[in-house]
């Protein structure tokens, strides 16, 4: 089947000359739109043999010096990070016919500003970060549900604390790459790379 996209036209002279401000832009049409999960972000790390992998990760929060997700630093997503900072991220809203990348680097979040995050979250999420040794292998569902119930009677009627293993990491930009399909495939794309303080922009082939 084939599929023609018809998204308004992305002009160079629509874009903001700071790339996130533009991301701003397209995030907040996605949300306006209604698109599901429009902060749902593909991640994708690279091992130190040279193997990517992605997985989808939640954007929650967007501030001057990058993208920030939360997850658990014993992952294999934090581990490779941890090999190689390198990574790019991948927004698709495909309402609007929109994708946006994003190439950098990570750093991790002061353990203040995970645990202001963490405070905010509902409990059993809070419970669950400590129940799931993320990406290890385990025995069976009923291992992890147990996990929980331990979780649930170590901190009964008390604050959960933020896990030692848990917290936030931002993805600083090197690159920013805007796609709005077209028909006949003559879709728009630019690319922000970073020059000093500047962003240069270009306009690539669809
Ligand atoms: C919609 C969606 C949102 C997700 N959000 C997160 C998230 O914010 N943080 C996280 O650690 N995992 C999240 N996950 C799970 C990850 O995709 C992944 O399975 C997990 O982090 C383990 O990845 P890893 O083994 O590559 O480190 C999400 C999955 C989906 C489908």
Redesign the pocket.
Known sequence: MRREYHGRPLRRADLDADPLLQFDRWFCEAVAAGLP?PN?MTLA?VAGDGQP?S????L?ARDPAGFV????HD????REIAGNPRVALLFFWPGLFRQVQVRGAVTRCSVEESRAYFQCRPRDSQLGAWASH??MPIGSRAVLETRFAETQARFADAEVPLPPFWGGYRVIPQQLEFWQGQESRLHDRFVYTRAGSRWQIERLSP
């Open positions: 999960d749902a790390t992998s997985r989808t990760v939640l929650k997700f939360y997850t658990n992952s294999r997503k934090a993320q990406s």
